[in-house]
């Protein structure tokens, strides 16, 4: 399985972004994440065409050229800081052969990307305790705060 970096230098947006974008509201009905689906169209439309994104778009591709996982990085700047934020990686059912590969190679390459843009960490969003323990293989450290929110 290869993975791919989605963004108009490397000319394969139009083969992966609507598919990608199909994914990542997909992503966030299925989850609950209250994100208006014509907001994600223009953000990450927009993100895979300009020439230096704030956000990093991945998919991987199985052998015959389907798209079969995808990852949504963002660029997040407080006060001076910046720091790389996974939104989305998400893997399809049943394409176990590869993933951690996958996984790893797609770690590295956000990992190369942040840095590039001068970040000094990335973090991860993990929806569930499953996940996050996924992270830690990978050099994640837990935190002690915790995301909350409350509906207004």
């Not at 989850?31 to 991945?58: C, K, N, W």
Request: aromatic share 10%; proline share 1%; hydrophobic share 45%.
């Amino acid at each position: 399985m290869k993975l791919e970096i989605v963004h108009v230098s490397n000319g394969n947006a139009h083969v992966y972004g609507g598919i990608v974008i199909h994914r990542a509201i997909s992503f966030n009905e299925r989850y609950g994440v209250r994100a208006d689906p014509e907001f994600i169209f223009a953000e990450l439309s927009a993100q895979m065409t300009v020439q230096d994104p704030h956000t990093l778009i991945q998919v991987a591709t199985n052998d015959a050229g389907l798209v079969v996982a995808h990852g949504i990085t963002h660029l997040q700047i407080m006060y001076g800081v910046r720091n790389a934020m996974i939104y989305q990686l998400e893997a399809d059912e049943g394409e176990v052969e590869g993933r951690a590969e996958m996984l790893h190679d797609g770690l590295e390459q956000i990992k190369g990307w942040a840095k590039n843009a001068g970040c000094e960490t990335v973090r991860a969003w993990a929806m569930n305790t499953k996940l996050a323990e996924v992270f830690k293989k990978y050099g994640f450290e837990d935190k002690d705060y915790h995301f909350i929110e409350v509906g207004i």
